[in-house]
């Protein structure tokens, strides 16, 4: 039964998550699928090859992956079940909490709200820059607000609910080959060249792993605003790029009553992106209401993975 072991591994990250300690000591699982990722492109995204073959070396990085990824999982979590029997739910959970985010991502919002609380423009800009990839040098209060709102939307899905699913679903495995692609995706899915062949399958893959997670998520950011923000759910989810995305970025806009998205830069250059949700303007005031929203809708995690255990 996978069940108990996904309510272990929503305790312990809630509890401890990934402690600083330890990062410097060894580092964080998902940094081996980035070295694997970062191998694999050395090796075959060269720009002599052709684009066929870079797309066909993109889905081989992929399979390393998931044979990586998915073969440790699998055969750690054989041997805990024979080792430990009865009690393997305990080092099982243990072993699957990395997979999740809760913590780190609260943790890693904070900062960005408490500075812009106290109309720290300087040290919120730089806060926030280390949770998204936008340029964040000259936004202001509202711009930085919706960044640091939208990313824990979005992250809501990648790093909570979807290895959740994937825990519940296939079990170990199931956590760490979603991690392994979503890693990829955050590395090497780019529409951009040099990666626009050699990413292909692992923004694909990335985008199916995702698919029930992000609309999961955005129903429980709905329940979690109180049944707010359904009817910018429904409107503006597919305003967003991404298939998966814009679900829990627009019921958090319509949950907050404000706007997210809109206009923003990479690397220099204005990327005229659509408005998700209308009203006001975000601030601190909203990142706070964000915040409590993120921590019911994760309690309404660990209500529906119980509820799971409890039916099995």
């Known amino acids: 039964m996978v069940e108990p072991v996904a309510l272990g591994a929503l305790a312990l990250d809630a509890a401890v998550g990934w402690p600083d300690g330890l990062y410097r000591r060894i580092g964080h699982p998902v940094g081996g699928f980035a070295r694997i990722i970062a191998a694999c492109e050395t090796r075959w995204n060269r720009p002599e090859r052709p684009a066929r073959l870079r797309r066909l070396s993109g889905v081989a990085t992929i399979l390393v992956l998931v044979l990586a990824s998915g073969g440790t999982a699998f055969a ?18 243990f072993a699957a909490s990395p997979a999740l985010a809760q913590r780190s991502l609260y943790d890693h919002f904070q900062p960005v709200q408490a500075a812009l609380a106290r109309d720290d423009l300087p040290v919120a800009r730089k806060a926030v820059g280390m949770i998204v990839g936008r340029d964040t040098a000259m ?39 979603y991690k392994a692609i979503n890693t990829a995706d955050s590395l090497i899915g780019h ?10 399958a692992a923004a694909r ?8 997670p992000a609309r999961l998520s955005a129903v429980l950011i709905c ?31 319509g949950t907050l009553g404000i706007r997210l998205a ?11 992106k659509p ?4 009203g006001a303007e975000a601030d601190a005031g909203a990142m706070a209401r964000a915040g409590k929203v993120y921590l019911r ?7 529906g993975a119980g509820g799971v255990a409890w039916l099995a």
């Open 205 to 212: 893959i990335d985008d199916a792993a995702n698919l029930i």
């Open 139 to 177: 936004l202001d209060s509202p711009g930085v607000a919706r960044a640091g709102i939208e990313s824990l939307a979005e992250s809501f899905c990648d790093g909570v609910i979807a290895p959740l699913f994937w825990l519940l679903v296939l079990g170990l495995p199931g956590a760490w080959i």
């Open 275 to 278: 408005w998700i949700g209308d």
């Open 223 to 253: 329940l979690a605003g109180w049944g707010r923000g359904w009817r910018i759910l429904w409107r503006d989810h597919a305003r967003h790029a991404s298939p998966n995305a814009g679900w829990p970025e627009a019921a958090m806009a």
């Open 76 to 93: 750690a979590e054989r041997i805990i079940r024979v080792l430990a029997g009865p009690w393997a739910w305990l080092p099982l959970a």
């Open 191 to 200: 529409p951009e060249e040099p990666l626009r062949d050699y990413g292909w």
């Open 297 to 303: 809708a994760c309690l309404l995690a660990w209500l």
């Open 262 to 272: 809109g206009p923003v830069r990479y690397d220099g250059v204005l990327s005229q």
